[in-house]
């Protein structure tokens, strides 16, 4: 495997050398690249950064350990581990001892295994999920983004482990809880607000924009999105399409025949070059929508919400701790409905926005509380 150009450690002499907060990525992708950029550019001179490219997920959280126990510098510096519950820290610290040996190891859960969607349970690879918890059982601190990330990894790990012959492991939750806590993933929301207050005002579009800014995978349920403006397009609804977000190697097939079937309808198809285009996207939206079966945050929606899209979220899964009642959906038909609703006013989208406290997910309201976590003694 070779590392992504962005693998080194920072250029500045100081923090190639000096560097007490290690931050570990094995999947440099979305929200997790994300994030791993807006903590080293607080902190630059005080970060060293390793991260492995965002491709075949299934390879970087099986094999990340044993690469990153060879390329990264032994030093007496590093205070704070930070890494993804991606990598599995309890082998790396294994073939590390320097690296056990650090004052404060943070796990930090993008998502978690243990509730992953699958059609079967004999489908679900059980190796990914134990590897999460051995990672928690090793470091000092496991944070979630969000509430339920946390409640549902904590609540399922008792029936998780009964997949393993007797005798098996217990009391593990008991043993994890008092290491666990949530921490929101800080987002640029006082940016995205003030550029789409200080863009020029644009002519309001008569026809309903719906905009579709996820990973285009299966655990996002493209389906019943795409089965839903199918339904919408056979109704003769007026509606206008983007559909952005990163693409992987395994696109679903409904991409493609959405793409066809929807092509007098489609503004924007594909992942944007830079965040300015795919910003100014959301901001020519009226309707963001997700029909996920998989999410543990949201930073698509969120974005998209603090540009002017009114949300559509399932009644499941991360969405009722984030957004009001009125902005979900129980039944693939509610979410037809209040689409339908929208394309014979468009209009409404703007009038009804949710009163959402969107601060709290703020880089600002958050700062403090990373800093305690990462460079103090939280």
Not at 162 to 178: N, T, Y
């Amino acid at each position: 495997m070779e590392p992504d150009e962005s693998a080194e450690t920072c250029s500045d002499s100081a923090a190639s050398t000096e560097a007490d907060l290690l931050l570990l990525e094995p999947f440099f992708g979305g929200s997790h690249r994300q994030l791993v950029h807006l903590l080293r550019s607080r902190w630059p001179t005080r970060v060293a950064v390793y991260t492995l490219p965002a491709k075949k997920w299934h390879w970087r959280a099986r094999t990340a350990a044993l690469y990153f126990a060879q390329v990264i510098p032994r030093s007496a510096h590093y205070k704070v581990l930070f890494s993804s519950a991606t990598l599995s820290l309890a082998e790396l610290l294994g073939m590390r001892s320097d690296l056990a040996s650090v004052g404060k190891k943070v796990v930090y859960f993008h998502e978690n295994q243990l509730v992953y969607p699958v059609r079967k349970q004999q489908e679900r690879d059980f190796q990914y999920g134990y590897n999460q918890i051995t990672s928690c059982m090793a470091a000092d601190r496991v944070v979630f983004n969000s509430q339920f990330n946390m409640t549902s990894f904590l609540s399922s790990i008792a029936s998780f482990l009964k997949s393993i012959p007797d005798p098996r492991p217990r009391h593990v939750r008991s043993q994890l809880e008092a290491k666990c806590s949530v921490l929101y993933f800080p987002l640029d929301i006082a940016g995205l607000v003030h550029a789409r207050s200080s863009s020029p005002p644009a002519a309001e579009c008569p026809v309903l924009h719906v905009v579709w800014p996820h990973r285009w995978e299966h655990d996002k349920n493209p389906s019943l999105f795409f089965e839903t403006l199918f339904r919408l397009a056979d109704a003769q609804a007026p509606f206008e399409l983007s559909v952005l977000g990163e693409q992987f190697q395994d696109v679903p097939a409904v991409f493609e025949a959405a793409k066809q079937r929807l092509a007098g309808r489609v503004r924007h198809w594909g992942f944007l070059p830079t965040k300015e285009d795919y910003y100014a996207v959301l901001r020519s939206g009226h309707v963001v929508v997700s029909t996920a079966s998989h999410e543990f945050f949201g930073v698509a929606m969120l974005e998209a919400v603090a540009c002017g899209c009114y949300p559509l979220c399932p009644n499941a899964l991360v969405y009722p701790e984030i957004f009001p009642e009125d902005c979900l959906f129980s039944t693939p038909q509610q979410l037809f409905t209040k689409l339908r609703h929208l394309c014979r006013d468009p209009s409404q989208a703007r009038r009804r926005m949710p009163d959402m406290d969107l601060a709290r997910f703020d880089w600002a309201t958050l700062q403090p509380h990373y800093e305690r976590l990462l460079l103090g003694d939280g």
